[in-house]
């Protein structure tokens, strides 16, 4: 599913884990894209960056930077 909806980020991080372990490409990608949707980057940009820094997005960890100043 190239654009999953998560409404939560405790929904998104075991979703996004087996997605990157079992290598699904577009489930990764709509899931790293909803990780720094603005939804979860307005009320929980350290969850997105602690989320991020765990499985290694660096592009994703620096969003969640950026938005967090």
């Known amino acids: 599913?190239?654009?999953p909806e998560v409404k939560t980020l405790?929904?998104?991080r075991?979703?996004?884990i087996?997605?990157?372990k079992y290598e699904i490409t577009s489930a990764?990608?709509?899931l790293r894209n909803a990780l720094v949707s603005e939804k979860f980057l307005n009320?929980?940009?350290l969850g997105v960056?602690?989320?991020a820094c765990e499985l290694g997005l660096k592009e994703?960890?620096?969003t969640g930077t950026m938005n967090s100043s």
């Open 1 to 3: 599913m190239a654009n």
């Open 10 to 12: 405790p929904m998104l």
């Open 14 to 16: 075991p979703a996004l």
């Open 18 to 20: 087996a997605a990157q």
């Open 28 to 30: 990764v990608d709509g």
């Open 43 to 45: 009320t929980d940009p």
């Open 49 to 51: 960056y602690a989320i």
């Open 60 to 62: 994703e960890a620096r």
